[in-house]
């Protein structure tokens, strides 16, 4: 029989021929023998391992308690691995620790000796790896419970497998109801009946419709409520499980944003077409058009092309905000402004004309309008004015204040002419026609005395005579007085008055009363000035005794701050105001002319069955007083 292959070799040879680190130790716990790759490992040779204490190949903490665990083996020794799935390390020569694994097999010799055999292996690169999975892990653990996006997993059949506290948050759902139930819980119809056909069809075909791709699809909450979401779906292999991950964030404030957009710019698009409507027919009106902002009343928003009719662009108008202002009349400029600050300021309506000075310096008229543009809840938007060129009209208004002033004038002349005609015509009538009545009447009546002294019985005719001359003298007398009272240029305006007064009461039965104010006795005012105040209390009282059916009439003369201030004022049945509009009542259009040519104002009102009152207010400055 031949002998075995390995008859004959050593334990060295053994050791010598292994790949793994291995050595031997005695029962004294004294290296034995130990082969090239152990030698490496701890970083020692060969010859200085031999005898030396396997306790020195550990780290100084293990040592003591590593003496009694070897003895323990040698007495109840099996093959093993050592630590019993405690952490194990060795010590290089340098000092360095390092993780490793020992397998310990008991050996016994023939002639007694009890060995151990421990193999080791330097587990460093997989400590390295197991920690970076364990820290891969835990990093992944920590964003899937972190995250803000839901995260959810599903298996093949589309069972939940985890779900995080996101979208927890997300679908008002704990973990444990949504665990081992179908996702399509998650969704509403249709797409709750169709997920596991998806599913199902992906995993057949591979045609994909989400995974990995990815859309913006519905989702349901566990109160029934609806919202959309982005999902995004990745397909992955755990050991033999294929699973699918799926992460959905909640866009509806993005949705809300979006119609928040579009709305804004639905909006937008209606205000710039309005504004394009708003700007064609504001060019086509000939007027300026302007809008204001109320946080900046000193400054245009904008102003219409029709600033051109100033001689000055749409931009410089906007640009110089003092550009405006210098241009308003020096002379309208304060009142002007101070009407548009409140208008601008405060909202008040705006409505003045003042003059702009065009670029040539030429100076036109407008009629500036504007009023407070506002929102529902009565907020202030912006001022809206236009800018009337109002010069013609202006031009016409002079013209025709010339025309008035000239016509009242001449009416004034006329009157004056008038006034002295009658002046001229009594005299000559008092002293001609009066005269010659008077030579007449006395002619007469010394006929009849001289008859009488001859005892003769005068001629009835000469006494007729007589009468007739007498009532012709009253006559004329009564001519003369409604020509020109003579009081009045003899006595003055004030005795006049008085004498009228009585005159009217003897004449028509009304009773009339005269109250001139003590500070006018003397004051003395010139003819023609008299004659007016003269001629409208003859007007008014002729007024009253023809139309008032009044039983009383009061006139009433006063200086009041510097006016002299007269009043006619009756019991009677009032004046219609028709009557006072009535421009054809040449008698009450005379008593106004007559004033308005002295500068004095006439107030005519009645009371309906309570009386009529004329007030006349007059300036003395100028008069002798």
């Known amino acids: 029989m031949k002998d075995h292959p390995l008859e004959g070799q050593k334990l060295q040879w053994l050791l010598a021929s292994a790949v793994d680190a291995m050595l031997m130790v005695d029962r004294a716990g004294k290296i034995v023998l130990a082969n090239e790759p152990v030698a490496r490992l701890f970083g020692y040779t060969i010859g200085q391992l031999q005898e030396m204490p396997l306790e020195n190949l550990m780290p100084e903490r293990y040592r003591g308690h590593h003496v009694g665990l070897r003895q323990d083996f040698l007495a109840h020794s099996k093959a093993r691995a050592m630590g019993g799935g405690k952490a194990l390390f060795g010590l290089r020569a340098n000092g360095e620790e390092f993780p490793v694994e020992v397998s310990l097999s008991p050996l016994h010799t023939d002639d007694g000796w009890a060995l151990v055999m421990a193999t080791v292996h330097d587990i460093t690169e997989r400590k390295a790896a197991e920690s970076a999975l364990q820290e891969s892990e835990a990093r992944m653990r920590a964003i899937f419970e972190t995250a803000v996006d839901a995260i959810l997993t599903i298996d093949t059949e589309g069972r939940i497998d985890r779900f995080n506290p996101a979208a927890q948050r997300l679908f008002g759902y704990s973990e444990a109801e949504v665990m081992g139930k179908n996702v399509s819980m998650l969704m509403p119809s249709p797409d709750r009946d169709r997920h596991d056909s998806y599913l199902k069809h992906y995993q057949e075909t591979g045609q994909r419709k989400i995974i990995g791709i990815g859309r913006e699809v519905i989702g349901k909450r566990k109160d029934g409520s609806v919202f959309p979401m982005d999902l995004s779906v990745a397909e992955t292999f755990v050991g033999e499980r294929r699973m699918f991950t799926g992460i959905v964030r909640d866009v509806t404030e993005r949705h809300e944003a979006i119609n928040a957009m579009r709305r804004e710019f639905r909006a937008l698009e209606e205000k710039r077409q309005a504004e394009a409507k708003f700007r064609k027919l504001v060019e086509q009106v000939q007027a300026i058009i302007y809008i204001v902002d109320p946080k900046e009343p000193d400054r245009l928003m904008y102003i219409s092309p029709q600033i ?318």
């Open 308 to 625: 051109k009719m100033l001689g000055f662009t749409p931009e410089e108008w906007l640009d110089d905000p003092e550009l405006p202002v210098k241009q308003i009349h020096q002379e309208d400029r304060k009142l002007a402004m101070e009407a548009i600050y409140r208008c601008r300021s405060q909202g008040v309506p705006l409505r003045t004309e003042y003059r702009l000075l065009a670029r040539n310096g030429r100076a036109l008229w407008f009629r500036d309008e504007a009023e407070a543009v506002t929102d529902e809840s009565g907020r202030h938007m912006f001022v809206q004015g236009i800018l009337v060129n109002i010069t013609q009209n202006k031009l016409a208004e002079e013209a025709l204040r010339n025309s008035q002033d000239e016509l009242r004038r001449l009416a004034a002349h006329q009157e004056h002419v008038k006034e002295e005609e009658r002046k001229r015509i009594a005299r000559e009538i008092h002293d001609e026609l009066g005269g010659q009545l008077t030579s007449i009447k006395a002619y007469v009546s010394v006929s009849v005395e001289q008859a009488r002294a001859r005892g003769e019985e005068p001629d009835p005719l000469l006494s007729d005579a007589a009468d007739m001359a007498r009532v012709a003298i009253e006559t004329v007398r009564r001519v003369i007085t409604d020509l020109r009272p003579s009081v009045l240029d003899q006595l003055g305006v004030w005795a006049a008055l008085e004498w009228y007064t009585e005159r009217v009461q003897k004449m028509s039965g009304l009773r009339c009363q005269c109250a001139i104010d003590d500070a006018l006795v003397d004051f003395e005012i010139d003819t023609e000035l008299s004659t007016m105040l003269f001629r409208v209390v003859q007007e008014a009282l002729t007024n009253v005794v023809r139309h008032a059916d009044a039983s009383e009439v009061t006139v009433a003369v006063r200086l009041q701050s510097g006016l002299i201030v007269l009043e006619i004022v009756d019991n009677g049945k009032g004046i219609d105001t028709e009557r006072l509009l009535n421009r054809e009542s040449m008698g009450l259009l005379g008593m106004y002319e007559r004033t308005r040519h002295f500068g004095g104002e006439l107030k005519i009102s009645g009371i309906p069955g309570k009386g009529t009152s004329v007030v006349l207010r007059l300036s003395v400055d100028g008069q002798n007083g």
